[in-house]
């Protein structure tokens, strides 16, 4: 049995799910939050541990340098996951909403009583602590009249070109940790 890199479950099929660029072996479950991979049917995948001919190491090869030259082809190859259809929120989120909720002029309570939300809420999202729900995110745009949403989201992922030595980012690279 092998556990679901997404969910933890235990599952004796795994299947191969492209999540933002990573490959993971998920359960049946987990298989809707990415783009499935198709393993290659040929007689040398059952063969991937054996120390085979050279033939089939050399066809194996190819078969890797020709995926990785049509998914970096372009955008329009590249199969689209459930992140695609999410908005973006801009950068400097927090400004704007202070800004705009002081321009009207009122406070973060009365901002709060409006949305039919918490002042605390309001004060988190302000100091940039939080990132508002999609739900709220609407609610501030269309009583504050502004907008949130970043443009272009995908294109900047594209164009994300790894910033370590060795030309690519790490999880160490991104993740921010609270101490």
């Known amino acids: 049995m092998v556990q679901c890199e997404m969910c933890g479950a235990e599952t004796s099929s795994p299947k191969t799910?492209?999540?933002?660029g990573?490959?993971?072996?998920?359960?049946?479950n987990c298989t809707d939050f990415g783009t499935?991979?198709?393993q290659p049917t040929s007689s040398t995948a059952s063969t991937k541990y054996s120390t085979g001919s050279s033939s089939?190491?050399?066809s194996g090869t190819s078969n890797s340098q020709s995926a990785s030259?049509?998914?970096?082809?372009?955008?329009?190859?590249?199969r689209k996951d459930m992140f695609d259809d999410m908005d973006?929120?801009?950068t400097d989120y927090d400004d704007r909403v202070r800004n705009a909720r002081e321009k009207k002029g009122i406070s973060q309570s009365d901002l709060a009583n409006e949305l039919?939300?918490?002042?605390?809420?309001?004060?988190?999202?302000?100091r940039g602590d939080?990132?508002?729900s999609d739900r709220v995110q609407s609610k501030i745009e269309r009583f504050l009249e502004i907008d949130l949403s970043a443009e272009g989201g995908s294109a900047d992922d594209a164009e994300w070109s790894g910033g370590s030595s060795s030309g690519s980012y790490t999880l160490g690279d991104v993740v921010k940790r609270k101490d």
């Open 130 to 132: 939080t990132l508002p």
């Open 69 to 78: 030259s049509s998914s970096s082809g372009g955008s329009s190859s590249r």
């Open 56 to 58: 089939g190491e050399s």
């Open 17 to 20: 799910i492209k999540v933002e």
């Open 88 to 90: 973006e929120l801009v």
């Open 22 to 28: 990573a490959k993971l072996d998920v359960c049946s």
């Open 116 to 126: 039919n939300e918490k002042a605390s809420l309001i004060r988190k999202i302000e």
């Open 36 to 38: 499935e991979v198709k």
